[in-house]
């Protein structure tokens, strides 16, 4: 509000609240986020084979809900505990897709596993915090997210070049936060030097004397509907072994 001159005053406009102004005095929104999480560790071969594979996963929920509302969360109608027993040549249903064979897994104390055995649904009523509705573990064969080629060339009797190529190839509305890859070196390597392609994805590269390994990392890999490829060029310095 401003004085004017000659002693009159100025009417304010009128103020609009704001949903956030309505949020902080009490007021929710009906919203309800749901998240699945999956920390992936494959192993592959010098020659792109996957060795081993393993999926760490979690479906993670953030309620925004007025009131005590359940909810309920419908799985994969394909899904099986391993140690629940799994049907042989089963694809039947509503679902032609392959099986989904958990490891072990875990819920909340509040979900609600009375329909679980019958359909595949989970129903709870969700606290007012960021909480893990499940946990999961996944060893069973399944497909990359990342293809990975690599080039390796002897450069002298003490040195080698490593050239890693990295090709992702999963949908462009999945992101791939905190990538790592590790190459295992043989013990006599003293030094390495790194050549890392330039992008928009933060990255570093790093010797790791004390695991006797290479570590590459990406930050964060998004595809915006297209294919990423990654370059990394290695040379390694070996120390001459002496035989007695």
């Known amino acids: 509000m401003s004085s004017k001159e000659d ?29 699945i999480i999956e920390k992936i560790s494959v192993t592959f071969s010098s020659n792109g084979c996957v060795l081993t594979s393993e999926i760490d996963g979690t479906i993670q929920t953030k309620s925004y809900l007025t009131g005590n509302q359940e ?6 109608d394909k ?16 679902s032609r897709m392959r099986p989904v064979i958990l490891d072990d897994c875990n819920f909340h104390e509040s979900v609600h596993m009375d329909r679980f055995d019958v359909d595949r649904t989970l129903s709870l009523v969700p606290p007012d915090e960021e909480f893990a509705v499940m946990n999961y573990r996944i060893t069973q064969e399944f497909k990359p997210p990342f293809i990975i080629n690599t ?5 002298g009797s003490l040195e080698a070049e490593v050239i890693l190529k990295i090709r992702a190839e999963f949908p462009s509305i999945i992101t791939a936060n905190t ?3 590790q190459m295992p070196l043989p013990a006599c390597t003293t030094r390495v030097n790194f050549d890392l392609e330039g992008g928009t994805v933060e ?3 790093d010797f790791n004397e004390s695991q006797g390994r290479l570590e590459w990392s990406l930050e964060k890999v998004m595809l915006m ?7 990394f060029f290695w040379r390694i310095y070996y120390y001459n072994y002496l035989y007695l």
């Not at 009490?26 to 309800?32: A, S, V």
């Not at 909810?71 to 994969?76: E, G, H």
């Not at 509907?225 to 370059?231: D, G, W």
């Open 203 to 205: 990255q570093n590269a």
């Open 79 to 94: 899904l099986y505990i391993r140690k629940g027993g799994i049907p042989n040549n089963d694809y039947s249903g509503s």
């Open 7 to 35: 002693g009159g005053k100025e009417e304010a406009p009128p103020v609009t609240e704001s949903a956030v102004a309505n949020e902080r005095r009490g007021r929710k929104r009906d919203e309800l986020f749901v998240d």
């Open 71 to 76: 909810i309920a969360l419908a799985l994969n």
């Open 225 to 231: 509907n297209k294919i990423f490829f990654f370059f």
């Open 179 to 181: 990538v790592l890859v």
């Open 151 to 155: 080039l390796f060339e002897e450069a």
